[in-house]
């Protein structure tokens, strides 16, 4: 009796950890990408994942965060999978709880860093955190127009409107991938901190493998699999 609690205590206890799980993924285009995937995401984790050009990473993480639906297999987000909800649920999920960093910075150019993240406070009610602004080392050109600050100031302005929502998770694709290696950390040491004080969960696409590392778990994908290097 004592042993049959103690699982279903363990079983309710992952439940309430599990962000997002993804079963039996496959993907393809005119060639397989990859089959058969599972990955679990928990509160407060972080996970890279690391392959060679071409391998499938920013498909996969497409998929993860709702942007491609697979060919085969389930993603679910509290209780739900996501393919299978409404279309508009679906939206409300990728505006509220899913943040999506993309290589390319989408900010509203003509207009100032601080206006790009007043837009993100009146979609999701939350105020600017300054404290975040001064982690990622842009607090000083918060005045400026988007087209005055340099490559890596609009980079680290993009993340900072993605998490002034708030979200659950942050799907991240070469957040760093046009920074030098200490503003690289630096933004890095910030998505950290995020998903630790917020309760969220991360999943980091990346080629640079000693950001990799930092995750709490890491893979990579190659032959159609993910494998587990960490």
């Known amino acids: 009796m004592s042993e049959t609690k103690n699982i279903e ?31 679990i995401l928990e509160k407060q984790q972080s996970i890279a994942i690391i392959g060679m050009s ?12 709702s942007l491609l639906e697979p060919k085969n297999g389930e993603i679910t987000f509290e209780n739900n999978d996501i393919y299978k909800i409404k279309k508009k649920k679906l939206l409300n999920i990728r505006r509220k709880d899913f943040g999506i960093i993309f290589q390319a910075h989408y900010l509203f150019r003509g207009f100032s860093a601080n206006d ?10 939350n105020e600017i ?55 690289a950390q630096i933004v890095l040491d ?5 998903i630790r004080e917020n309760d969220a969960g991360m ?3 990346t080629h640079e493998n000693d950001l990799a590392m930092q995750c709490d778990k890491v893979y990579r994908l190659t032959n159609l699999q993910l494998e587990e290097i960490k």
């Open 9 to 39: 205590a363990l079983i309710t206890t992952d439940a309430r950890t599990t962000l997002l799980e993804a079963k039996k993924l496959s993907h393809n285009f005119d060639y397989e990408l990859f089959e058969n995937i599972n990955l």
């Open 116 to 125: 790009n993240l007043e837009i993100a406070t009146l979609l999701s009610g």
């Open 190 to 194: 910030a998505l950290h901190d995020y």
């Open 54 to 65: 071409g391998s499938g990473k920013s498909t996969l993480l497409n998929i993860l965060s």
């Open 203 to 205: 999943i980091l696409v």
């Open 129 to 183: 955190d300054k404290n975040l602004l001064k982690k990622l080392n842009i607090d000083f050109v918060i005045n400026q127009g988007v087209g005055e600050l340099s490559g890596g100031q609009q980079q680290r302005l993009s993340i900072a409107r993605v998490l002034t929502k708030k979200p659950k998770i942050i799907f991240a694709d070469e957040p760093t991938g046009n920074l030098d290696k200490d503003t």
